[in-house]
């Protein structure tokens, strides 16, 4: 009989591996990296219509969960609207990199595993924001558990991720297309590429992370009034000071986010 716990275990060490790897490089990527000119005000109001804010409320005195907060890019949103803000990761090498950035900022470091929220409370937060986490967890239904177990009754999750191993539609092939055109990306490292794959091949989502798929299993895990949110502005306006190729590559994807509230 395969040893389960052996098997994840490995599994999650090697991702927190190609992660930490990543750090240094990681605010590179237009995916990870909110700009100031246009991103950070399209990100503060996508955060307040999805927890269903006023155009100018603040997030003053609430305690928010940013989950796999990475090198700080959302928890910086948050932090901008006054929340109190713990940032959790795994990795030791983008909290290093997360500190120095929220510096003087109500920010905690919490180095913690997603799916094992060990030492949290129950009912802690009034909100928990994550983004491209779920397609990685390799035991998913028992993190939207601990998520749902830590934010507090009526408190609202954001889930904002995609599909990346979707079949590719003519609208996608022809923007990427004119995306090389313009501006060719640099090939990844034949070892960075092999781990890349061979990680995929283990995870759960391993065929992709549907919209249905994901809300599916959230309900599974006691979340209620699962509501899908327009990540177009995110991707459009929020990404102006960004070169066209850029943004077409990025448009491209099929990316989208889900609000739901623990019951």
Known sequence: MMDIRGHNFDLKEEIRSYWSDRAATFDDSPSHLIENQ???A???NFIRRSFELGPDQMLVGKQVLDIACGTGEISRVL??????????DFSEKMHDRAKEKLMGKSWTPLLCDAENLLGVADDAFDFAVTRHLAWTLTKPEKAYAEWRRVLKPGGRLLLVDGNWEQGHS????LRRQIADFLSPLPEKSPDETTKDQRIRK???YRNGLTLEHLRHDLIQAGFVIVQKVSVSTLYGQGMKAWPLSVRLRQSSENRFALVCTAS
């Not at 932090?79 to 959790?88: K, M, Q, T």
Request: aromatic share 18%.
């Open 38 to 40: 246009y991103g950070l």
């Open 42 to 44: 399209v990100w503060q």
């Open 79 to 88: 932090c901008s609207l006054g929340a109190e803000v713990v940032g959790l």
């Open 170 to 173: 003519f609208l996608y092939r």
């Open 202 to 204: 283990q995870l759960p």
